[in-house]
């Protein structure tokens, strides 16, 4: 599968988070269909590791983040926690929809760092915390065009990077590609969310 990133020419040296996505979903019913997600296992900060395979059933909702950053992850992580409280509220996190934020900085960040980053997102069920080492976490970040760029100033460790949320249905297929600064918001998460898990547009 091909994705076509349109990244601003201005952003990309100075904010790769700009990064444009497929075009979101026109349908509010019918969910768009990008193909299979790349399959990929990690470990969980919690202990064990989370595998995509193993959640067939549920939407997941998959983030990339780096622990130390202080840019659009802020943007994207208060997105996402009232994404959760609002699912939690429904008893669908968990049981239908899991949030799954992978580490892209694993050299910078470590498990214990994520850990942390657990602690101030959402320290309960539901939303999964990975991060592998670098050989674990490279295949990841490219099968899922994921962009990262060394600091751009020296004495600082916060590294450049594509900020995007795939939304995978329950098949283990990609519906939806959002990213902050484009087309993400907290109603458009749920939004894909309801159309990744009735894929037809049926109730």
Not at 56 to 77: D, I, K, M, Q, Y
Not at 103 to 109: L, R
């Amino acid at each position: 599968m091909i994705r076509v990133h349109s990244l601003l020419a201005a952003a990309l040296l100075a904010a790769l988070t700009a990064c444009a996505p497929h075009a979101a979903s026109t349908s509010a019913a019918q969910a768009s269909d990008y193909g299979p997600a790349p399959e990929f296992t990690l470990p969980n900060v919690t202990g064990g590791a989370f595998a995509l395979a193993a959640q067939r059933g549920r939407v997941v909702v998959l983030s990339f983040t780096a622990a130390n950053c202080t840019e659009e992850c802020p943007v994207l992580e208060a997105i996402l926690q009232r994404a959760a409280r609002a699912w939690k509220a429904q008893g669908a996190l968990g049981p239908r929809v899991t949030i799954a934020t992978m580490e892209i900085d694993p050299k910078t960040n470590g498990t214990a760092a994520v850990a942390k980053l657990r602690a101030k997102w959402w320290p309960a069920s539901g939303w999964a915390f990975l991060r592998g080492n670098a050989a674990q976490t490279a295949p990841v970040l490219k099968a899922y065009d994921i962009l990262v760029l060394p600091p751009p100033n020296k004495g600082h460790d916060d590294v450049e990077h594509t900020v995007e949320v795939y939304v995978i249905d329950p098949q283990g297929r990609e519906r939806d590609i959002l990213a902050p600064g484009a087309n993400l918001s907290v109603s458009a998460l749920e939004r894909a969310v309801e159309r990744a898990y009735k894929p037809s547009g049926k109730a």
